[in-house]
């Protein structure tokens, strides 16, 4: 695990770029931060959005305005309403994110949500 210390700072998001990256339908909306083995996000789904993969990376998803849904690949699907959060480690779940009407978010990840083997 990385070690780095991260000085006190603020995060003017406004600030920051929004870069667009097409999903299977919509658009998905990043605006990233990059500190050494730790990444966060605030990221927009257009409405009628569809990942374009199934993601087995790490994050926590904090949903932050409107709703979206977490299809997993065995067939779960949780929907995250405005308030809500999902963990998970890395190769712990295929998921992917679908939002009918677009959402508001923010994804955490990084080194710390490295997958690591029982009895390791």
Request: contains cysteine; charged residues 20%.
């Amino acid at each position: 695990m990385n070690n780095i210390n991260i000085p006190f700072q603020t995060i003017d998001w406004a600030s920051i770029p929004k870069v667009e990256y097409p999903g299977e339908s919509g658009i998905a909306l990043w605006r990233t931060i990059q500190f050494n083995g730790l990444r966060i996000r605030m990221v927009e789904y257009s409405a009628g959005y569809l990942a374009d993969h199934w993601c087995t990376k790490g994050h926590i998803v904090h949903c932050l305005e409107g709703e979206f849904i977490s299809e997993n690949l065995n067939g779960e699907s949780f929907k995250l309403i405005s308030g809500m959060t999902y963990v998970v480690s890395d190769e712990m779940s295929s998921h992917r994110s679908v939002s009918e009407h677009g959402v508001k978010l923010m994804i955490i990840d990084g080194d710390f949500l490295e997958f690591i083997p029982e009895g390791k």
